[in-house]
């Protein structure tokens, strides 16, 4: 302990020493504060918090206990200049540490001055500012303390308004109710610069481009009344003529082709006319029909701003450009008139990209996962965007493979996407002014999970079963396997569109998907239903969700964020999916013959909402609602494998791994891949997150997140896994953690924390009277690590 203090000591001895660089006269600046007199009647909490963020807060950093540290190693480097010029004759510029800031008396009376205008601008027109300069001697260091008396504020008496053009005045008459300046309201800077602003954005509206908040004067008059002004509002006399009159587009000129910095070449491209467009380009990446399309603007309308917008963001929509330029140019002699120049850089037409790396999940499987894309941004030159991807990975069981039932698994996929940034409907051309950017969807895709299982190891089953071949087949050989596959094949057509930046709307009304298992004989055929999502049948003709699935699915999504209009205080995110599925079933019987067909008609709905709460600059407070349901309009929902709902992970409740949850109570059987629990029609999560902005670079959050996933009448009968609300909190699994965020500029990456507190399958797992090895491994309520990219909600 002696020691300790006797290194405290000498540091802050150290960082005391810093006064002896300091030259003679000078005062280290500690900063400023300021307080706000006024009558007991007057509020004034608002105006000291503006007064205190216009101080001047570029102070030196001292370090409690050590000091100024940093102004301590600036002199100390400075010294190692001097001594040894040579050595830093390539960077005599170069400093560590922190230069001094010094006080200066000029800028204490400037920041007076300051603080009786920003009181002024608030109405306080009755004001007296000064200020004590607190010196310590000893520490060579200066704070400043700021007193400013105020009176009442004063009062808006009346609003006119004196318009010398007649058009102006005709405009701006019109939307006078909307104001933001009231007969009553205190005088406010900032609420007549904002009224500026709007005059401004009211009349680009109507077309006058070069309309500038500038453009108006007010005038105030404070003598008569008590504490009262009227305030007279004008156009300045040296305005611009433009600046008065509504701008028509006389012509518009395209470079789709061109390279930003070469400006010699455009006068020779070749020309061609399309709609209103004048096109010029050589090897356009586009054909001029599809240009057209993407042009709100039109030749012989006056500007528009909002068609403006719309533009660039069909233009951008395209996927086809890495620069999008609209320039407005004025034509000569004329004071009414503009031509639109649009300059565009196409982006590569082709690419082809691709990631090798390694997957692990929680039940120790382990291997090689690859990922590989192809890109054709402009396929028949309409900007279709055309990828083919595709994803492998194969694992296997990284451990005693002699204790493993399924020792190794794989999946194998391939999609093929067409996105057309337009309908193909009939009479698209009336469609097209109505939205702001649609397209048109196809997509084909297929997937093989593969899994390969250690016959011995289910011996069990294959006696319960009656499963004699497999029997045989195990004595004769215990190390015998079997392989079971999952066939999927999606295949969708449909449209999105935008008609306001925060909604977007899909809807697919062509969506098939078919589920097909692949076995070798009926007794593996069996095993896998036993295995499977449902409970095995001896009923050769029951449905089992290990079936042939051809299901129908027409769905619709809606997207609203508020986070993309701007910045605001309070944002809401919002996607509700729709669909209707005829799920069309054909049980595989005896010597794997299709059986009569099975229906099951159910809707699925699925809603995620979410709420982002900027508390200031660096604090969120974010909170998540996730549900979703697919309920029977049948007798039962049977939902295929790849429409059932799974909990846990990095996006989810991160104390629990992905399907280690649920349905219900239903306890995790360990490396058995086609497993009862996991999955489940009914699914509800709520997430809680508060982050916390420490640097540019590092993000803290605390969080907790709750949830599971239920059974509902997915069976003739009732089952203990279905969905019941006196059961509800009990079954919900809860965790609780803290998170750090690393903001690489390019993405997010992420380490989460994450303890559970509830664990739903507690009880049965201390209850079960089963070997253990088939109940899965003892609760495990420590920490569990989550690395991941990007936010989880």
């Known amino acids: 302990m002696g020691r300790l203090l006797l290194i405290l000591t000498a540091i802050t001895t150290m960082g005391c020493n810093v006064t002896r660089f300091l030259p003679p006269g000078e005062y280290l600046y500690r900063g400023a504060s300021v307080s706000v007199e006024a009558p007991d009647s007057v509020d004034v909490a608002q105006l000291e918090t503006e007064l205190t963020a216009v101080l001047d807060q570029n102070t030196n950093q001292k370090i409690p206990l050590i000091g100024y540290r940093n102004i301590w190693r600036y002199y100390k480097f400075e010294e190692k200049k001097a001594k040894k010029p040579e050595k830093y004759a390539d960077d005599p510029d170069e400093t560590k540490g922190e230069?001094?800031?010094?006080?200066?008396?000029?800028v204490a009376e400037g920041l007076t001055n300051l603080l009786e205008n920003r009181a002024a601008n608030n109405g306080y027109f009755e004001h007296e500012a000064s200020y004590t300069v607190d010196t310590s001697e000893q520490d060579r260091e200066v704070s400043v303390d700021y007193t400013i008396t105020v009176n009442s504020p004063y009062s808006l008496d009346t609003v006119r308004h004196f318009w010398s053009d007649s058009s102006v005045a005709r405009i701006l008459d019109s939307v006078q109710q909307e104001?933001?300046?009231s007969p009553g309201d205190q005088y406010d800077l900032d609420a007549i610069k904002a009224e500026r602003q709007r005059w401004q954005q009211i009349l680009k509206q109507q077309g006058y481009f070069y309309a500038n908040a500038n453009d108006f004067l007010f005038l105030a008059d404070t003598v008569q009344g008590d504490r009262e002004v009227k305030m007279l509002a004008k156009i300045k006399t040296d305005v611009p003529v433009e600046h008065l009159k509504p701008q028509r587009i006389v012509d518009i000129h395209v470079y789709p082709n061109v390279n930003v910095t070469d400006t010699l070449s455009r006068a020779a491209m070749p020309v061609y006319e399309v709609g209103g467009l004048t096109i010029h380009c050589a090897e356009c990446p586009l054909r001029p029909k599809i240009l057209d399309e993407g042009f709100a603007v039109e030749s012989g309308l006056l500007y528009d701003p909002d068609r403006h917008r719309k533009t660039l963001r069909r233009l951008a929509s395209y996927n086809t450009f890495r620069y999008i330029s609209l320039d407005y140019e004025e034509v000569p002699g004329s004071d009414s008139t503009l031509v639109l120049n649009a300059y565009m850089e196409p982006l590569p037409r082709r690419?082809?990209?691709?990631?090798?790396?390694?997957?692990?999940?929680?039940?120790?499987?382990?291997?090689?996962?690859?990922?590989?894309?192809?890109?054709?941004?402009n396929l028949l030159r309409g900007a279709e965007l055309f990828k083919l991807e595709g994803d492998f990975s194969y694992v296997v069981f990284l451990g005693n493979t002699e204790d493993i039932r399924v020792p190794r698994s794989g999946i194998y996929g391939l999609t093929a996407t067409l996105n057309v940034p337009r309908l193909w409907l009939p009479k698209r051309?009336?469609?097209?002014?109505?939205?702001?950017?649609?397209?048109?969807?196809?997509?084909?895709?297929?997937?093989?999970?593969?899994?390969?299982?250690?016959?011995?190891?289910?011996?069990?089953?294959?006696?319960?079963?009656n499963l004699d071949d497999l029997e045989q087949i195990v004595e004769g050989d215990p190390s015998a396997s079997e392989t079971v596959s999952l066939l999927q094949i999606k295949a969708q057509y449909g449209y999105t569109w935008q008609r306001?930046?925060?909604?977007?709307?899909?809807?697919?009304?062509?969506?098939?998907?078919?589920?097909?298992?692949?076995?070798?004989?009926?007794?593996?055929?069996?095993?896998?239903?036993?295995?499977?999502?449902?409970d095995a049948s001896n009923s050769a003709t029951a449905a089992s969700r290990f079936d042939r699935m051809i299901v129908y699915s027409p769905n619709y999504t809606l997207t609203y964020d508020t986070r993309l209009d701007g910045e605001d205080r309070h944002n809401f995110f919002w996607r509700q999916y729709l669909s209707m599925n005829?799920?069309?079933i054909f049980p595989l019987g005896e010597d794997l013959m299709r059986s009569e067909r099975i229906q099951s008609l159910y809707p699925q709905l699925e809603s995620d909402l979410r709420y982002y709460h900027n508390l200031n600059r660096n604090s969120t407070l974010a909170m998540r609602l996730h549900g979703g349901v697919a309920y029977p309009i049948s007798d039962r929902a049977i939902v295929p494998y790849f429409d059932l709902y799974t909990i846990g992970g990095p996006n989810s409740l991160r104390g629990f791994a992905p399907r280690q949850l649920?349905?219900?109570?239903?306890?995790?059987?360990?490396?058995?891949?086609l497993t009862l629990g996991g999955y489940g029609n009914l699914l509800l999560e709520t997430s809680v997150e508060f982050r916390q902005k420490v640097t540019p670079l590092i993000e803290l959050a605390a969080f907790v997140d709750a949830g599971n996933i239920w059974t509902y009448k997915t069976e003739a009968e009732p089952l203990d896994t279905d969905f019941?609300?006196?059961?509800?909190?009990?079954?919900?699994?809860?965790n609780y953690g803290i998170g750090f965020r690393f903001d690489l500029t390019f993405l997010i990456f992420r380490l989460d924390l994450a303890k559970p507190f509830q664990i739903p399958y507690e009880e049965t797992v201390a209850n079960f009277q089963i070997p253990q090895e088939f109940v899965g491994d003892p609760v495990d309520r420590s920490l569990r690590l989550v690395v991941a990219f990007g936010y989880p909600f």
């Open 724 to 734: 019941r609300r006196e059961a509800f909190l009990n079954e919900l699994a809860m």
């Open 582 to 584: 005829l799920n069309n």
């Open 351 to 377: 690419r082809i990209e691709g990631e090798v790396g390694l997957t692990y999940n929680s039940a120790r499987y382990v291997g090689p996962n690859v990922r590989l894309a192809y890109t054709n941004r």
């Open 429 to 465: 051309r009336k469609i097209i002014p109505r939205v702001l950017t649609s397209g048109t969807v196809i997509s084909l895709g297929a997937k093989m999970e593969r899994l390969q299982l250690t016959l011995a190891k289910f011996s069990q089953e294959i006696a319960d079963l």
């Open 662 to 673: 649920g349905p219900g109570r239903t306890a995790p059987k360990n490396n058995n891949l």
């Open 179 to 181: 104001s933001l300046l």
């Open 99 to 106: 230069e001094p800031i010094f006080f200066r008396e000029t």
């Open 500 to 534: 306001r930046i925060k909604k977007t709307h899909a809807f697919n009304p062509l969506s098939v998907r078919l589920q097909d298992p692949v076995v070798s004989n009926e007794g593996v055929l069996r095993l896998a239903n036993n295995l499977g999502l449902n």
